[in-house]
């Protein structure tokens, strides 16, 4: 059984800094992509970072420059760094595991994460 466990958010002052973890079991974690979404309320889940298997890396606009999304292939965990953080980062954060490969498509979530920024 695939599973994603993210851990790291919490609540944070405008400016400040968080990391947020996902650890991944069950499957052999460095074949696939990762992402880290985010759904804020009453908003649709947007991509915010994403990683391929090879290492390369994409950033919504909204977080270039702020966000810094890495993974450790040994610990089977990826990364977002958050740096400067706005109240609109405010989120629930996702982590999603995404791999296509021989027509068959694999996706998996984690439970999500909550992020708030505020004074």
């Known amino acids: 059984q695939v599973q994603l466990v993210e851990s790291g958010g919490g609540l944070v002052q405008p400016g400040g800094s968080l990391r947020l973890s996902c650890a991944v079991s069950?499957?052999?974690?460095?074949?696939?992509?990762m992402g880290w979404y985010r759904q804020a309320p009453g908003k649709q889940r947007e991509l915010v970072a994403a990683i391929t298997s090879g290492g390369r890396t994409n950033y919504a606009d909204s977080v270039k420059g702020r966000f810094t999304i890495s993974r450790d292939n040994a610990k089977n965990t990826v990364y977002l760094q958050m740096d400067s953080l706005k109240p609109e980062d405010t989120a629930v954060y996702y982590c999603?595991?995404?791999?296509?490969?021989?027509?068959?498509?694999?996706?998996?979530w984690g439970q999500g994460t909550q992020v708030t920024v505020s004074s």
């Open positions: 069950g499957t052999l974690f460095s074949l696939y992509a």
């Open positions: 999603n595991a995404h791999r296509a490969a021989f027509g068959i498509l694999n996706d998996y």
